[in-house]
């Protein structure tokens, strides 16, 4: 089951940029790319712990601001040569407004 | 049996029969007439020659020992008077008869000169032979000369005194130059670089009469009225084939000397080669025809089965800067059409007639880099339907194997020019490289190619990978990035020679490999953008990396640090306070004096920057930029404020520098200081640019580093007053925005250009006061406070875009 709840409108996140929703859980990393694609992954790299939201976004991926990992949006998964795997959730946007799905969200907090 | 054969005339196609004729061995037995008192030498060349390129020893094809070699029996500056051709004997002007088994018939042609009045006057002479060349290289910067006649040996007699700094007029009937070759937009394009090499072009120009002072010229005076004042006057409109003599012995003549596709005329021992010569209604003036014509005499002469063919011509102008081409036939006429691709900002001109996909002619401007290929395209018929809609930029866009870049350079002449801006020719490099110029850095020193703009670099490793072969290592290019193939200094060019002023732009322009590139390559296109089109290019914070978006340093943990600036390092117990207030009210957790005389407020949270700025700013302070890739800090000592050897005053010079450079950006971060005196408290001579105070004023020195390498500055230039240090290095910041690579120091910059080139720029005055200027013209957009723009209009973006902790909570 799935439960989308309104978050913002897409226009208050610049393209190839991020903005950070915040949860009791820690905050999720909203990116829309340069083709208003959007996508939420946790704030945080698997290498050591950088805030993926201020990273540089091209293409479908981030560079995480700290040490330059590559993490693909759609799949939260390291690029190149290092390994690791951010958790992903479902975003979509509709009418201009971004929904985040929170049964997703929620169930990232408990567990 | 020795053949007994008689040429008259030594031109380039009787001197090259002759060489067919002995390379194949033949029994012949060779006299050779010349009127002209000297053997053979590449006509053709008489341009270079004019133009100082080359001199007469080195366009001489055969010397006296080549003569000598072959037993041929030289008779130069002797006309032949009669032949005889029932007695196969040839008279020569002394009265010797001579006979032949074969006489060749090179008897050239001659320049055709206007019988308008005064044509006859001395100081009136046509572009032939050596005599008219040595006449025009007599003229210097105090004469005048004009050219009539605006075809492609013209207008290389007007180029080559030119060259000399001769003031050259050039008289054209027609509407646009060298009609004959080239259509009227690329006419167009090459009257625009004469007139840029100081040429003054005149077309659709009719000359009335020339007119002479005791019997020497003086003036050209054209229908117009107007008078062309002249020193010399040359007519180069054409020539005629020479057939007097021909005519005279009674063989058949129309425009020239009538030959079949043997080269024999119409008596069977007599063949003509060269201009003289008609065949199939068609006369000769190229080179490449000639020589096909002397091939085939000489093979008829042997015995051998061989017929002169005529070819397609193409057409190259010998006018170094004016890169022309043209081959084939491009009148307009019904069933043909063009394609043509023109862009005037390069100069670069192209097109091509077709005529029922198959391209029957050719003319280029500006690039012709390719012409070979059009040419090739034209003379085999290729059809081109199949590539019909790409064919117009050349063989680099037709699909199948890449054309082999190296074999290209392998095939250049030596007298290819490879450098544009030292005029270096391929045989120049190669010579050098023989000599032991192994590398890039040796030909540079050695011959200067690729020292100037460095656009040719490519082309010298090429000639260096040509001549060495296995030997030579090609140093890699390094890329941006996985996004491009091109290196950061290609990009540049792109960005400036293109005008590319959107990063969109430059991904298009410049065939990037990926949708919006990646994190190495963004923050360089944006600074060289910015840095380049200050005006024009809108930053953009999304290709910066997250110190330079949100202008504070992001700390290991998320968190940033906060240092607002300290001009000169002077600061007041009101600022203090206000520091102190912040970094309590925002529990900054530490707080740190800095290396460059400032305080850090380290570990604010990334919501809270807005506010902790917003305080800032209420007490008069801006940003630090201790972030970005910009001017940091300017380091002072107290100089003769407090010190007593100070010599200057270097906190007030420091203060100064801050306060004109703060808000700029650099490729790198910029670093300055100021002491007071040579003991150099302010450690100024590991900065990126240093000032030294001394008694007499001011030692400025550049490429100072104290990082992960640690660097002394080199001197750049002593001054004597505060005001034309700060211009000074103003100027020096400029420099290095628009030239250094996007990452590199001072230091690294200054290893590739050289100190000397940098000395040689901000030494000249004028130099110094344009950078300067584009230096402040950019100020005028860039310096700003970021902090009071994002605490006032952009701390939205600094919180959350949402929360759900609250909304969890319900």
Request: glycine share 10%; net charge negative.
């Amino acid at each position: 089951m799935t439960d989308w709840i309104d978050i913002a409108a897409l226009d208050d996140i610049p393209q190839r940029g991020a903005r950070v929703v915040k949860t009791r859980a820690g905050c999720v990393a909203v990116f829309r790319t340069a083709a208003d694609e959007v996508f939420a992954l946790e704030n945080s790299c698997p290498h050591k712990q950088g805030p993926l939201a201020e990273g540089i976004v091209h293409g479908s991926a981030v560079t995480c601001p700290l040490h330059n990992w590559v993490i693909s949006l759609e799949t939260g998964l390291v690029q190149g040569n290092d390994e690791g795997q951010v958790a992903t959730y479902p975003a979509r946007v509709e009418g201009g407004r971004i929904l985040l799905d929170t049964t997703f969200l929620q169930a990232r907090s408990a567990a | 049996m020795t053949q007994n054969i008689i040429v008259i005339g030594a031109g380039m196609a009787s001197g090259r029969a002759l060489e067919h004729l002995f390379d194949a061995g033949a029994d012949v037995n060779v006299t050779l007439f010349n009127a002209e008192p000297r053997g053979n030498y590449n006509r053709i060349m008489l341009s270079p020659v004019l133009a100082g390129d080359k001199t007469y020893e080195e366009i001489v094809t055969h010397d006296a020992d080549w003569y000598e070699a072959n037993g041929v029996t030289c008779r130069f500056g002797e006309r032949v008077a009669s032949v005889d051709r029932t007695a196969k004997t040839v008279t020569a002007e002394n009265g010797d008869v001579l006979p032949y088994d074969k006489l060749i018939f090179g008897t050239g042609s001659n320049p055709f000169m206007i019988p308008l009045p005064g044509h006859d006057l001395d100081g009136v002479i046509a572009y032939r032979d050596l005599e008219d060349t040595e006449l025009m290289m007599s003229m210097g910067p105090q004469n005048k000369v004009v050219v009539i006649g605006g075809g492609l040996l013209g207008l290389e007699a007007a180029a080559g005194m030119a060259a000399r700094g001769v003031d050259v007029t050039v008289v054209h009937i027609m509407g646009h130059l060298m009609e004959r070759q080239l259509d009227e937009a690329a006419g167009y394009l090459l009257r625009k670089a004469l007139v840029d090499k100081g040429i003054t072009v005149l077309c659709q120009a009719n000359s009335k009469e020339i007119l002479g002072e005791d019997g020497k010229v003086k003036a050209l005076l054209l229908d117009d009225g107007t008078e062309l004042p002249c020193d010399l006057l040359v007519m180069a409109v054409g020539i005629r084939p020479n057939v007097a003599l021909a005519q005279e012995a009674g063989l058949a003549v129309g425009k020239g000397i009538h030959v079949d596709d043997q080269m024999v005329t119409s008596d069977e021992n007599i063949l003509a080669v060269g201009e003289c010569v008609e065949h199939n209604g068609a006369i000769f003036g190229l080179v490449a025809p000639l020589y096909d014509q002397a091939k085939v005499a000489a093979q008829t002469i042997l015995g051998d089965e061989a017929a002169f063919v005529q070819k397609e011509l193409s057409t190259k102008l010998k006018v170094t800067g004016c890169d022309l081409f043209s081959a084939g036939d491009f009148a307009d006429a019904e069933g043909r059409e063009d394609i043509v691709f023109r862009d005037p900002g390069r100069g670069v001109y192209r097109r091509l007639v077709i005529e029922d996909n198959v391209v029957v002619g050719t003319v280029m401007y500006g690039d012709t880099a390719d012409s070979n290929w059009f040419f090739g395209l034209i003379r085999d018929k290729t059809d081109i339907a199949e590539m019909r809609d790409r064919v117009i930029f050349g063989p680099a866009y037709q699909g199948g194997a890449p054309v082999d870049p190296l074999a290209a350079v392998a095939a250049l002449p030596r007298d290819a020019e490879i450098c544009g801006c030292n005029g270096i020719c391929k045989g120049t490099i190669v010579d050098a490289i023989e000599g032991g110029a192994t590398d890039l850095t040796a030909v540079k020193a050695v011959t200067k190619a690729s020292a100037s703009c460095g656009t040719c670099t490519g082309l010298v490793e090429q000639v260096l990978a040509v001549t060495l072969g296995d030997d030579f290592v090609m140093p890699a290019a390094q890329s941006i990035c996985g996004c491009t193939d091109l290196t950061h200094e290609d990009v540049r060019r792109m960005i400036k020679s293109q005008e590319l002023k959107s990063m969109d732009a430059v991904w298009q322009e410049c065939g990037w490999k990926t949708r919006d590139g990646c994190h190495v390559c963004r923050p360089a296109l944006n600074y060289y953008l910015i840095a380049d089109w200050p005006l024009e290019y809108l930053d953009d914070p999304q290709s910066r990396f997250i110190n330079e978006r949100k202008h504070a340093n992001i700390q290991k943990d998320g968190t940033f640090s906060v240092v607002p600036r300290m001009w000169g390092g002077i600061t007041t117990p009101d600022e203090l306070r206000a520091i102190a207030d912040a970094a309590d009210k925002y529990d900054v957790p530490t707080v740190k004096v800095t290396g460059g005389q400032r305080i850090d407020l380290l570990g604010v949270k990334g919501e809270d920057l807005p506010a902790i700025w917003a305080d800032l700013n209420d007490a008069g302070m801006v940003s630090g930029h201790a972030y970005s890739k910009g001017l940091r800090t300017v380091k002072t000592c107290v100089g003769t404020d407090h010190c007593r050897f100070g010599t200057q005053d270097s906190t007030g010079l420091g203060i100064k520098l801050e306060k004109a450079l703060w808000g700029s950006w650099t490729p790198h971060k910029l670093k300055l200081g100021v002491s007071g005196c040579p003991r150099n408290c302010a450690e100024a001579t590991c900065k990126d640019i240093g000032v030294v105070c001394v008694d007499s004023g001011y030692q400025v020195g550049i490429g100072g580093a104290a990082g992960m390498d640690v660097k002394e500055v080199e001197r750049l230039i002593d001054v004597e007053t505060e005001e034309e240090t700060i211009i000074v290095i103003k100027a020096m910041t400029q420099l290095y925005r628009e030239n250094a690579k996007y990452l590199d120091r001072i230091y690294k910059w200054m290893n590739k250009v050289g100190l000397d080139w940098i000395r040689e720029r901000i030494a000249d005055p004028e130099e110094r006061d344009r950078l300067a200027a584009r230096f402040d013209l950019s100020q005028t957009v860039y310096q700003k406070d970021p902090w009071a723009e994002h605490a006032q209009k952009k701390a939205a973006i600094y919180r959350p875009v949402a929360n759900l902790t609250l909304e969890a909570a319900e």
